[in-house]
């Protein structure tokens, strides 16, 4: 811990470099960036991060979209011994303009596929099958890339999320969508899923610009519901559509039910108990520098408060959010990652709070330093085996790439 003195003098030099903003926010006796480890930064425009265990081995796997490059990448965690080096990859396809991309083994034949959600002139959904000899994982000329025609030119597909919607032929797929035609919605698996003609696309739910979807039980009655944060349009918040029951996915509508509609920019969400009250909160990042708590107030979750959490100047505008425990004292806190995070601003950080988890001002702890300016969704976890969680992110502008920063408690 520092003394008063050294306390005083990094506060000043913290005002100096970061403006004033910071100064009653950061708690300086942490705000050395964290040590960055590259896991790939050969293509450009990193724009994502999903983990899955793709070849069974116990431990989380990346896949991610490089947007700027067309190329959707995988990665095989090597192991915490290997996991500051870079990781073993693989190009599993080429499409244009990926916004998303996600693990998720589309026939059931236990090699684990990925899908990719793209925008701009492609507005497609693409299947990228994994070869079936598991030997031939990361042999790139050994998958094969097709489009689902229910999809082709449809929309600008932006999220993906595999769910086992109506309980027949496997997982299906929900997407969300931006643009003048945006929607919310469903891809029905049929009983031969290489069959792609066959798929077919249920509308839940008309949107502006859905940034991220979560795949949770919001109301306790046993089957899951799906919550998104919608960044434009009238009714623009985060809301979750609730599972008519199996009987009645295909021709009944999902009720909506919006958890903020307060005008917000809303960008990437998480859900979790943040207040360790035993209910699923949302914490979403907005597209200014404000993160919105909304507290569950009913088991439901028909009933919520909402909680401004700002950050100062020194930090970028909100992008992703991930909540947990990481500084070990028992209460959670929140993980940012940030746009607009040049002129020296921070692009990755975690904020923990004092007394109450509804302040609206909360301590803010440097993760990245003032180097990047994009970065995208986060996901907390132990790479180097320490027990201590490390933060994995991607940084898209000054091309970072796919990165993880280590936390430095242990």
Known sequence: ????????????????????????????????????????????????????????????????????????????????????????????????????????????????????????????????????????????????????????????????????????????????????????????????????????????YDAGWIMSLAIADMDGDGDSDIVASDRKGDTRGCLWLENPGVTQVRTAPWPVHHISTNGRNYMFLALADLDQDAMLDVVAATSTRELLFHRRQSSDGTAWESFPIRLPDCVGTGKAVAVADMDEDGRLDIVVTCENAQDGRLGVVWLSYRTQVTASIWDVHDISGPEGVKYDLVRVLDLDGDIDLDVLTCEERTNLGVIWYENPIH
């Open 1 to 204: 811990m520092l003394g008063n003195s050294q306390h005083i003098s990094v506060v000043i030099g913290l005002a100096a470099v970061f403006g004033a903003g910071c100064v009653n926010s950061i708690v300086p006796a942490l705000e050395r960036p964290w040590v960055r480890h590259v896991i790939d930064n050969a293509p450009r425009g990193a724009d994502g991060v999903r983990l899955a265990d793709a070849n069974g081995d116990g431990l989380p796997d990346i896949v991610t979209p490089w947007e700027e490059s067309g190329r959707v990448r995988a990665y095989l965690n090597p192991g915490s011994t290997r996991s500051t080096r870079p990781w073993p990859a693989v190009t599993v396809g080429e499409v244009g303009s990926p916004e998303d991309a996600v693990f998720w083994d589309v026939d059931g034949d236990g090699a684990i596929d990925v899908v990719t959600a793209t925008e701009g002139d492609v507005e497609t959904v693409w299947l990228h099958w994994a070869p079936p000899d598991p030997s031939r994982y990361l042999d790139s000329h050994a998958w094969m890339t097709q489009p689902i025609p229910a999809t082709v030119h449809a929309r600008e597909w932006m999220f993906c999320m595999p769910m086992d919607v109506d309980s027949r032929h496997g997982i299906d797929l929900v997407l969300g969508a931006k643009g003048p035609d945006a929607q919310i919605g469903w891809l029905e698996s049929p009983v031969d899923p290489r069959d792609l003609a066959a798929w077919r696309w249920h509308s839940l």
